[in-house]
Nanobody, 121 residues
Framework: QVRLQESGGGSVQAGGSLRLSCAVSENVNMGHCMGWFRQAPGKERAGVATMRSEGSARYADSVKGRFTISKDNTKNTLHLQMNSLTPEDTAVYYC???????????????WGQGTQVTVSS
C-alpha cells in the first residue's frame, strides 16, 4: 500500500518560513516524478512545484524564488522549503508521487492527506 504523509505545516507570520516534509512509503521509487500542490479556501487545488527523476524542478510563478522542492532518496522523503511567506500562501498543502508527465496541473497517482499552512499578516 502506498502511503504519503505530510508534516511541517503550521501558522506563521508573513515573511516567515516553513519547511514541509512528506514521508513516502518504501514501495514508491523516489526516482519517479514527485510534487507539491495546495488548495486554498474556496479555490481549486493548484500545483506548487514538481521534481523530475533527474532532479530538475518546475515551480508555479507565484512561488518562484521563494519555494524550493527537494528530496532525500535515502530517506524516501520529499521536502518543500517555503520562504518569504505571504497570506496568499495560506492553503492545505499536499504531496504527490508518480506522474507520467510531471506537470503542475496534476496527473499524479498517489496523494497525501495534506497539511495546513496558515500565514497571517
Amino acid at each position: 500500500q502506498v502511503r504519503l504523509q505530510e508534516s511541517g505545516g503550521g501558522s506563521v507570520q508573513a515573511g516567515g518560513s516553513l519547511r514541509l516534509s512528506c514521508a513516502v512509503s518504501e514501495n514508491v521509487n523516489m526516482g519517479h516524478c514527485m510534487g507539491w500542490f495546495r488548495q486554498a479556501p474556496g479555490k481549486e487545488r493548484a500545483g506548487v512545484a514538481t521534481m523530475r527523476s533527474e532532479g530538475s524542478a518546475r515551480y508555479a510563478d507565484s512561488v518562484k524564488g521563494r519555494f524550493t522542492i527537494s528530496k532525500d532518496n535515502t530517506k524516501n522523503t520529499l521536502h518543500l522549503q517555503m520562504n518569504s511567506l505571504t497570506p496568499e500562501d495560506t492553503a492545505v498543502y499536499y504531496c504527490a508521487a508518480v506522474s507520467a508527465f510531471c506537470l503542475l496541473n496534476g496527473g499524479f497517482n498517489y496523494w497525501g492527506q495534506g497539511t495546513q499552512v496558515t500565514v497571517s499578516s
